[in-house]
């Protein structure tokens, strides 16, 4: 069994698509297929579920995975050291979020800055970051966390504040600021499910007694904007994903003035140079977005 295969068979884990892993790894799909084949052989079991487009790991396979990845993280520092330098690197996890534009921004401003630190960057947006982070898969997260932890380290870098987004002609439209629990009837536009946006208003919604009508699945913000002109739908949004002097829509402000924060979230204990320079750039770069 070669390195290279057990690198295929981690990459097929990440994406769980036989093309998406292909593309990435600039084979064709049945080379891949049959490097899997040929670990199944040789280890005589199954490590992936077929029959459909997407593919699942047996329960054999998610164990096995950890000792590919193992594998591959020390054929990997080996080649390095053997090298005679051992490059800084570092992993980065980004879960789609409201300052998309922004964190994308700071990401490459700082790559750019630091060519000499190799940064791969994941974007994913579901409940395992949290769990990557702790079995060392990745470096750090950025990321909406409000838990508390002791194996983690969180750094709070920026918040906006949460709004109601009406049209210019609901009824709501003449006020200020409102409470959740006013608008319980209204019929709500909602992003995927698993963005931070969505959980943040559920979490706010539920606790202003709130069991909302939602219209929509996996909308943006540019989607959701005529509806709420046209329909008379609403929205909860942060404050920067609507133009003060938009011609349609009004901002609410709610009760009790929520935000959503965002923080880099890494584990506890001793860090690596790299790590404490992303840190520092990032604390400079975001105060100008408060």
């Known amino acids: 069994m070669r390195v290279e295969q057990l690198r295929h068979f981690v990459i097929l884990s990440e994406e769980l698509n036989y093309l998406a892993a292909a593309e990435r790894?600039?084979?064709?799909?049945?080379?891949?297929?049959?490097?899997?084949?040929?670990?199944?052989?040789?280890?005589?079991?199954?490590?992936?579920?077929?029959?459909?487009?997407?593919?699942?790991?047996t329960d054999t396979g998610?164990?096995?995975?950890?000792?590919?990845?193992?594998?591959?993280?020390?054929?990997?520092?080996?080649?390095?050291?053997?090298?005679?330098?051992?490059?800084?690197?570092?992993?980065?996890?980004?879960?789609?979020?409201?300052?998309?534009?922004?964190?994308?921004?700071?990401?490459a401003d700082f790559s750019q800055d630091h060519s000499e630190i190799h940064m791969r960057i994941l974007e994913k947006e579901n409940q395992e970051t949290v769990a990557r982070l702790k079995r060392g898969e990745i470096d750090l997260a950025i990321m909406r966390y409000e838990g508390e932890d002791e194996q983690l380290r969180v750094i709070p870098m920026f918040s906006n504040r949460i709004?109601?987004?009406?049209?210019?002609?609901?009824?709501?439209?003449?006020?200020?600021?409102?409470?959740?629990?006013?608008?319980?009837?209204?019929?709500?536009?909602?992003?995927?499910?698993?963005?931070?946006?969505?959980?943040?208003?559920m979490e706010l919604l539920s606790a202003n007694g709130v069991s909302p009508e939602l219209q929509g699945s996996e909308v943006r913000?540019?989607?959701?904007?005529?509806?709420i002109e046209k329909k008379r739908m609403v929205?909860?949004?942060?404050?920067?994903m609507i133009d003060d002097d938009d011609p349609g829509i009004r901002k609410l402000a709610i009760a009790g003035d929520?935000?959503?924060?965002?923080?880099?979230?890494?584990?506890?204990?001793?860090?690596?140079?790299?790590?404490?320079?992303?840190?520092?750039?990032?604390?400079?770069?975001?105060p100008k977005l408060e």
């Open 221 to 227: 913000v540019n989607t959701m904007k005529p509806f």
């Open 25 to 57: 790894l600039y084979i064709s799909q049945p080379s891949l297929s049959k490097s899997i084949q040929a670990i199944e052989r040789e280890l005589g079991v199954q490590l992936v579920n077929r029959g459909t487009r997407h593919v699942s790991l």
């Open 163 to 201: 709004i109601l987004a009406v049209g210019r002609n609901h009824p709501l439209a003449g006020r200020n600021a409102v409470s959740l629990a006013e608008v319980g009837e209204e019929t709500f536009l909602a992003f995927n499910k698993g963005s931070e946006m969505y959980k943040k208003s």
């Open 62 to 107: 998610l164990t096995f995975l950890e000792h590919a990845k193992r594998i591959c993280r020390e054929y990997e520092q080996a080649m390095e050291e053997l090298r005679g330098k051992k490059a800084a690197h570092m992993v980065v996890e980004v879960m789609p979020l409201t300052f998309q534009e922004e964190i994308a921004d700071m990401l």
């Open 235 to 240: 929205a909860i949004l942060t404050d920067n």
């Open 258 to 286: 929520p935000k959503l924060t965002i923080s880099i979230v890494l584990r506890r204990g001793k860090s690596r140079p790299e790590l404490e320079q992303f840190l520092d750039f990032a604390q400079q770069y975001f």
